[in-house]
C-alpha cells in the first residue's frame, strides 16, 4: 500500500492546517506525475491502427445507417417517456461525479495531519487514490470531449433541417456540438473508472450507461453516431487513466506480463474508522 502514498499518508509536518492541505495537494500532483515505475504492455502499432480504423467505421456506419432513422423515430415517442428521458439524462453530467469527489478528495487533504494515526493515514490514502483516479477518468476524457465537440462542429438533430451531414468546423456554438456526446462519454468512462474500482457495481453501471446513451437520442439531442463516438471516446480515457496509474503503482498494478489489475482496496467500514480516527487527531492534536 505504501507505493499508493502521494499527498496522503506523509509524514511531513507543516506549522498550520492550510500549509499542511497545500502541501499534500502538492505531494499528491507529484505523485501523480512521477515517473512509471512498471512497463505495461501496450498494444502494438498494427493493433492500435486495426483499432481506429474499427472505431471509424462503427461510427461512419451509423452515420449511414442510423442516424436518420433513430431520429425520425424519437420524433414520434410517447409524451410520457420524453418526459422519463428529460429527467434521467440529467444525470450524464459530470458533475455528478466530479463535484462529490472533488470535494471528498479536498476533504480527504484536510483530514491527513501528522498526529493523525498512521494506519488511518494509509486507509485514506488508499481511498483517496481510487477516487482521484475516478475522477480523474471521467474529467479527462470529458475535457477532450468538450472541446474536440466545438471543433468537430456537427449540428445536432434539429439544427440545419435535420441534415446528418452538416458541419461547421469550430463554430463554438452548443447547437453545433453533437459529435462526440458528452453525456455518453462521461457514461462510459463512469463505467470504465467505477467498475475497475467496484466490480460488483459493473452491471448497475452498465444500466445506467445504456440509459443515458438513450436519453440523448430520444430527446433529439444526439444522433446514435455521436453517442457511439461518446462511448469509445469515453471507455478508452478511461482505460489510459487507468493505465497511467498502474504505471506507478496507483490503485492499479502491472503484472510480469504487463497486465493491469487492481490493488485491493479498504472496506467501508475500514474507511469509516479512519476517518473517525483522523478526525479525534484533528479534534484533539497533540501538543
Do not use: C
Not at 515517473?35 to 480504423?53: D, T
Not at 463535484?99 to 493523525?116: H, I, K, M, N, V
Not at 433529439?220 to 496509474?245: E, K
Amino acid at each position: 500500500m505504501n507505493g499508493e502514498l502521494g499527498g496522503f499518508g506523509s509524514d511531513r509536518g507543516a506549522p498550520t492546517r492550510l500549509a499542511q492541505f497545500i502541501a499534500n495537494v502538492r505531494q499528491t500532483l507529484a505523485t501523480l506525475t512521477r515517473p512509471p515505475r512498471h512497463a505495461i504492455a501496450w498494444p502494438g502499432r498494427a493493433a492500435i491502427a486495426v483499432g481506429a480504423a474499427l472505431a471509424v467505421i462503427a461510427v461512419l456506419a451509423a452515420m449511414i445507417l442510423l442516424d436518420a432513422r433513430l431520429v425520425a423515430l424519437a420524433a414520434g415517442l410517447s409524451p410520457r417517456l420524453v418526459e422519463f428521458f428529460q429527467r434521467v439524462t440529467r444525470f450524464g453530467e459530470s458533475g455528478w461525479f466530479l463535484w462529490p469527489l472533488g470535494l471528498a478528495l479536498l476533504a480527504l487533504a484536510a483530514l491527513d495531519r501528522p498526529e493523525a494515526p498512521r494506519w488511518s493515514r494509509l486507509v485514506l490514502a488508499a481511498w483517496g487514490t481510487r477516487l482521484g483516479f475516478i475522477f480523474t477518468a471521467i474529467a479527462v476524457p470529458g475535457l477532450f470531449v468538450s472541446i474536440a465537440k466545438r471543433l468537430i462542429g456537427r449540428a445536432r438533430p434539429l439544427t440545419d433541417g435535420g441534415d446528418i451531414w452538416s458541419y461547421h468546423l469550430a463554430a463554438w456554438r452548443v447547437e453545433y456540438a453533437a459529435l462526440p456526446s458528452g453525456h455518453a462519454t462521461t457514461a462510459f468512462a463512469a463505467l470504465v473508472a467505477i467498475g475497475a474500482v467496484v466490480p460488483e457495481a459493473r452491471a448497475l453501471l452498465w444500466i445506467y450507461a445504456v440509459v443515458i446513451a438513450a436519453s440523448r437520442v430520444a430527446l433529439q439531442s444526439h444522433h446514435p453516431s455521436d453517442v457511439i463516438a461518446g462511448a469509445i471516446v469515453g471507455s478508452l480515457g478511461a482505460l489510459l487513466v487507468r493505465h497511467w496509474f498502474a504505471g506507478r503503482r496507483l490503485a492499479f498494478t502491472v503484472t510480469p506480463a504487463g497486465r493491469v489489475r487492481a490493488l485491493p482496496g479498504p472496506g467501508i467500514r475500514r474507511i469509516g474508522r479512519a476517518i473517525a480516527g483522523s478526525l479525534r487527531s484533528v479534534a484533539s492534536p497533540v501538543a
